[in-house]
């Protein structure tokens, strides 16, 4: 398996755009997680699904961001507009479920200016 | 919110050194995870302890569990200069549905 795939790897953009992360987790693996990294902030948790169902979204920081799994094998975090502040690394990460250790992609690294 | 503190925040030692690093966190938990993160690069999962488990080793690794003090310790023996990286430990806490909330990290150096 090649893992759980994000891109893009680096995505800048301007201040009031839309972003689109993808995420293509592990075949099998029923949840799904998206993170954020900051040095500030350290690893946040977003919001994560199980078998394609949205469960805990109780750290989306704002009605800006948005995620939908519509089918096992991909996932889209959507910033609109986006701004500043939601520059980070953000993470996708896959698991058979409890009492398994997460898989995370290698993240992008969203710059927004 | 992070539920897990690591301690140090950083440690610098010599090659062929033994590594340990620290964890507290606050609520009971099902799970107690440690990853570790090269520069630049994705987490990487390195053992998981469960809340019945007092210790468990994995190679170099060493991780020991006290839920009475709600603590946990990574210990990594005969460092190596690859094994530079932040390490963080994660808890899966019992009140929630399953998810992991990560601490903050210890930054490892090992010199050669």
């Known amino acids: 398996d090649a893992g759980v795939i994000q891109s893009p790897r680096h995505e800048v953009t301007e201040m009031g755009q839309e972003v689109t992360l993808r995420c293509k987790p592990i075949s099998g693996h029923d949840y799904l997680f998206w993170y954020r990294q900051t040095m500030m902030r350290g690893l946040e948790l977003l919001i994560y699904f199980n078998n394609n169902v949205p469960i805990d979204d109780s750290g989306m920081p704002e009605d800006r961001f948005s995620a939908k799994m519509p089918n096992a094998s991909f996932s889209t975090l959507k910033i609109q507009p986006s701004e500043p502040r939601d520059s980070a690394v953000y993470f996708c990460?896959?698991?058979?479920?409890?009492?398994?250790?997460?898989?995370f992609g290698s993240g992008t690294r969203l710059t927004v200016v | 919110s992070q539920q897990g503190e690591e301690d140090p925040q950083a440690l610098s030692i010599q090659e062929g050194e033994n590594a340990t690093m620290n964890c507290s966190y606050k609520t009971s938990i099902n799970n107690l995870q440690w990853y570790r993160q090269n520069s630049g690069r994705g987490l990487v999962h390195l053992i998981l302890?469960?809340?019945?488990?007092r210790e468990k080793h994995s190679g170099r690794l060493r991780v020991t569990l006290d839920t009475s003090k709600k603590s946990s310790s990574l210990l990594i023996t005969a460092s190596r200069a690859a094994d530079t990286a932040s390490y963080f430990c994660a808890t899966s806490p019992m009140d929630s549905s399953y998810k992991l909330i990560f601490g903050s990290g210890t930054r490892l150096l090992v010199r050669p």
């Open positions: 990460a896959s698991s058979l479920g409890q009492g398994f250790g997460y898989t």
């Open positions: 302890i469960r809340s019945n488990e």
